[in-house]
């Protein structure tokens, strides 16, 4: 432990190598972002939104529960053993994918890539923050988000274009295979565990300790409170896009490669938004940026059922991408900045599980009101609640956190 040190700089290998391995990780996410819902009615013919929905209720509640518990036991097992058996699930993933008879096995999949991605990601998250400090978390967490959904954005345009050209299977979920071998292979013979420099930061903190961290974090601490109901209701409005938007673009008569890309700005903005955003929450108020973000998300929003043309909905995708490059690695920088080390995974697996349960809340609440009330009742809806959380966010969360 005497030769660990902190810092970017000084642990650059190892982080650049998270770096890869979380865009692997959310490449797995892309490899079906733009084209499940297609499948859906194409392969298995489901019309009821809320029954397509079900794969992202099914990866949102496992994801959700992965999540709490990479924070219960990465203190315990170790960040890379977790990350290993992310890998792990991860693996049949694609194949399920590729040769499902029915959508039972699609949604099962889909259980399985949440606890992937709920293990994997989180366990870099922790990881990054690990190794570089309490100075420079931000920029960690911006090139953590970043690699990680721009790959979600561009892995979810390769795929609908190969989906355009050589149909929705079993082509697109190749990419999945690859991504999958080569995360498990980085991850078991170059990843190494950063547990030695939690002990090493906790040496040299003076933190109180949360006295229940789950009830702090859920919602009694009012910064901690503030974070995680505007992280679940980020990914509240990411379910109903990821879900409803390749539907809503589909009955507008767009063509699959069109909805590609109007399906992959919003990822990829999100993550190229990140390298500057992330740095950007080391020194700006972090209230303010988290307030701008979940506004400029719900505007954005909002305004996609009243534009109806390709030009229109790819600017309002990159904005719907801006708004949440602002607020997710300040969400990270935020509990980590309010939380001892120690504490700090356990914190961030909680907000995690609130945050990624956003996926299945939104998921089932958006598909219901499109059932009864059509798509763009469903859309107005999930806005409101953004912006409603961006208010919450402004009158409760404390002026300055450092």
Known sequence: MSDEKLGLRENWKQFS???????FVGGMVGMERSILPQ??????????????LSFIIA????????NYFTGKLSNVMGRKKLLIVGWIIALPVPFLLMYAQGWNTVVFANVLLGLSQGFAWSSTVVMKIDLVGEK??????????????????LVAFATGLIAEKFGVRPYPFYLGVGLSVLGLMLSIFFVRDTRSH?????????????????????????????VTQAGLVNNLNDGMIWGLLPLFLFSLQFETDQIAIIAGIYPSVWGVGQLFTGKMSDHLSKKKMLFVG????????????????????????????????IVYPTFLTTIAS???AEQRAESIGTFRLWR???????????????????????????????????????????????
């Open 17 to 23: 190598l998270l770096v890869l391995i979380n865009a």
């Open 39 to 52: 499948l859906a009615e194409s392969d298995f013919g489901i019309g009821s939104k809320t029954a397509i």
């Open 59 to 66: 990866f949102g509640t496992s994801k959700a529960v992965a």
């Open 136 to 153: 420079q978390r931000g920029l960690a967490m911006g090139l953590n988000e970043f690699s990680g959904y721009l790959a979600v954005g």
């Open 198 to 226: 939690v002990q090493l930061e906790a040496k040299n903190e003076g933190k109180t300790a949360l006295r229940n961290v789950f009830l702090e974090t859920t919602f009694k601490n009012p910064s901690l409170g503030s």
């Open 294 to 325: 979940m506004f400029l998300q719900g505007l954005a929003i909002l305004f996609i059922p009243i534009m109806g043309n390709f030009n229109a909905l790819c600017v309002l995708s990159g904005i719907l991408g801006l708004g949440t490059a």
């Open 338 to 340: 309010v939380c001892n």
């Open 356 to 402: 990624d349960l956003g996926y299945a809340i939104g998921a089932l609440l958006s598909g219901i009101v499109a059932d009864l009330f059509g798509l763009s009742s469903a859309i107005y809806f999930i806005a409101i609640i953004t912006i409603a959380s961006s208010l919450l966010l402004q009158f409760r969360m404390p002026g300055e956190i450092k």
